[in-house]
């Protein structure tokens, strides 16, 4: 029985390195990294002795896990390419969770659009998004529009321009109503006091119709303005000088959705899922001003 022809070292050593060509592309800038670098917590030596691995720096890590955000891949699948192994990247981004680190980059995002471009105040708009949750988890719920399979609901509160400004996350069972005032209540940057001269309105589709609703906006000092699904396209139409407010939240959450881990909720703690939110969020918020492509 013949051999099989065997391949030299330097050949099967190529062979098994992995292309690592698609990363270029979805790493964070360094001017991204000076934003997010000072939020990350202190953390000192943990070898008493100063034997064991070094730490895989920071850096890597924050690439590794825009990477993940970006294409929505497993976080297995890291072993993969040249950022970090998927256990470190993991172990980081959960200890950068809970020291609020993103929450903090989107509310820096937010501050920097509103010192280059300014928040428009005027118009904010509020829209849910129904998302697929198949290992379901906290925040939750059987999904009415997919035969009641697991999925999640994401509400989103933008202002003027469509950048986000207010999130919050639950079932898919829960009614869009009942998560407008959690919505209000999370906004990450602080609110002017609307007058008489300067009101703020709130647009929301027919969904929102209630009184619930309109009391809870009452309540905030929003004015509100709910309209049926069509019926503002109409209304433009027959008077000149108007235009769509509504649509900005709805692009929005086509922008959240290019983040490709925003597809589908694969995380079962909500703290998790909400600070890839708040990450896409903040990128957004970043990119609307100008910053970081």
Known sequence: MSKQPTQPAAKRSRARTPNNKTTTGFRISDALWAVLEPLLPERGNTHRFGGGRPRV????????????????????????????????????????????????LWQAGVDQFDELRGLDWAWLSLDGALTKAPLGGKKTGPNPTDRGKSGTKRSLLTEGHGVPIGLAVDGANRHDRKLVRATIERMVVARPVPTAAQPQGM???????????????????????????????????????????????????????????????????????????????????????????
């Open 57 to 104: 720096p920071e850096r890597r890590c924050a690439d590794a896990i825009f990477y993940v955000l970006r294409t929505g891949c497993q976080w297995a699948a890291l072993n993969d390419t040249d950022l970090c192994a998927k256990s470190t990247a993991h172990d980081r981004f959960a200890e950068w969770v809970a020291a609020g680190v993103f929450l903090q």
């Open 203 to 293: 647009c929301l589709d027919k969904g929102d119709d209630y009184n619930e609703v309109r009391e809870t906006l009452h309540e905030f000092g929003f004015t509100a303005h709910i309209r049926a699904r069509g019926e503002e396209a109409k209304d433009l139409a027959r008077e000149a000088g108007k235009r769509a407010r509504r649509w900005v939240v709805e692009r929005s959450h086509s922008w959240m959705n290019r983040f490709r881990r925003m597809l589908i909720r694969w995380e079962k703690k909500p703290e998790h899922y909400l600070a890839f939110l708040h990450f896409a969020c903040a990128l957004i918020a970043f990119r609307a001003a100008g910053l970081f492509g």
